[in-house]
Nanobody, 121 residues
Framework: QVQLVESGGGLVQTGGSLRLSCAAS????????MGWYRQVPGKQREWVAS???????NYADSVKGRFAISRDNAKNTVYLQMNSLKSEDTAVYYC???????????????WGQGTQVTVSS
């Protein structure tokens, strides 16, 4: 019904930058909160940042001041600009969206497939 497709991951050196994108498509009536999570092997998936439809943002303390989340509602796309990257930012990054789906008009959680971000020293 709804697909989230991420792009923009890759390999970057410490202190570098990357920009992740996540485009939503399908039977979308409304995209509510969108966000980014990350996961390293052997650890639980952790929340990184989120943004409301109106543009209100929240960040995990570990990325505050370095990452910036934004969205383009016309394109059903959320972005994560990652600056001053550290080795501990290495993880698979997942896009999440709370979507009201037609024709049921109920909010459900959707996830992207994940994109690898590797920060090398």
């Amino acid at each position: 019904q709804v697909q989230l497709v991420e792009s923009g991951g890759g390999l970057v050196q410490t202190g570098g930058s990357l920009r992740l994108s996540c485009a939503a498509s399908g039977s979308i009536f409304r995209l509510n909160v969108m966000g980014w999570y990350r996961q390293v092997p052997g650890k639980q998936r952790e929340w990184v940042a989120s943004i409301t439809t109106g543009g209100n943002t929240n960040y995990a303390d570990s990325v505050k001041g370095r990452f910036a989340i934004s969205r383009d509602n016309a394109k059903n796309t959320v972005y994560l600009q990652m600056n001053s990257l550290k080795s501990e930012d290495t993880a698979v990054y997942y896009c999440n969206a709370k979507v009201v789906v037609a024709p049921a008009f109920r909010e459900s959680d959707y996830w992207g497939q994940g994109t690898q971000v590797t920060v090398s020293s």
